[in-house]
């Protein structure tokens, strides 16, 4: 595990990712909190891409969990089936729409305990709602940011819950909202698993990483 950064090189890193990316976004398409759901959840174990070809013409006909339960889980099915385990995500987004229905009227809760309650839904999925729909500093750690919190000594952690509280615990308030997309499409993009590309890093020369590339 690397050296854990300073609070002044914490500062510099993301003043440095401010300043190329002022206004970082998802990568999945949603128009409105059902929608943003549905496509996180869909996106376990897929590609925002791939997930993003999936929902384009679904969300044109389907905007809310009633629409959901109208088209049914046989036509869910065809939309989704060239997102890896489509069949278990398509009972997964019926339920949670079903409950949806049942319990919260209709309209995403802006709670993650409520979040957490929805079939298919886990602590990140649940983050990235509370981030995104809700302009809550919510840190979602998936597999990138994982990995770039402890490469680079921002916030490193022995699990994915470790690491959610040590970007909440280190990263200064101004930076907290969008911390999660920075460092999702740094790991995505420039610190990536096999082959990290230092060359074009922004913050080679803060980053405690010792197996640099060239």
Request: hydrophobic share 40%; with cysteine.
């Amino acid at each position: 595990m690397a050296r854990p950064l300073s609070y002044e090189e914490i500062r510099t890193c993301f003043q440095r990712f401010e300043a190329a990316d002022p206004a970082p976004a998802s990568e999945l398409h949603y128009v409105n909190p059902y929608t943003l759901v549905v496509a996180v959840a869909l996106s376990a174990q897929a590609t925002d891409a791939g997930v993003n070809r999936a929902t384009g013409p679904l969300f044109e006909k389907v905007t809310t969990p009633h629409q959901m339960l109208d088209l049914g889980e046989e036509a869910l099915t065809e939309h989704i089936k060239t997102i890896g385990l489509f069949r278990n995500k398509a009972k997964n987004v019926m339920a949670l729409s079903r409950l949806l229905v049942e319990e919260h009227g209709g309209e995403v809760p802006a709670s993650r305990a409520a979040l957490t309650a929805l079939p298919g839904v886990g602590r990140k999925t649940a983050n990235v709602v509370l981030n995104v729909a809700f302009n809550f500093p919510a840190q979602a750690v998936d597999t990138h940011i994982f990995r770039v919190s402890n490469r680079t000594g921002l916030a490193p952690g022995k699990d994915v819950l470790a690491v959610e509280r040590a970007i909440e615990d280190r990263v200064p308030v101004p930076w907290q909202q969008h911390a999660h997309h920075w460092l999702i499409l740094h790991g995505r993009y420039i610190c990536m698993a096999r082959k990290p590309r230092c060359a074009d890093c922004l913050i080679r020369d803060i980053c405690t990483f010792e197996e640099k590339t060239s």
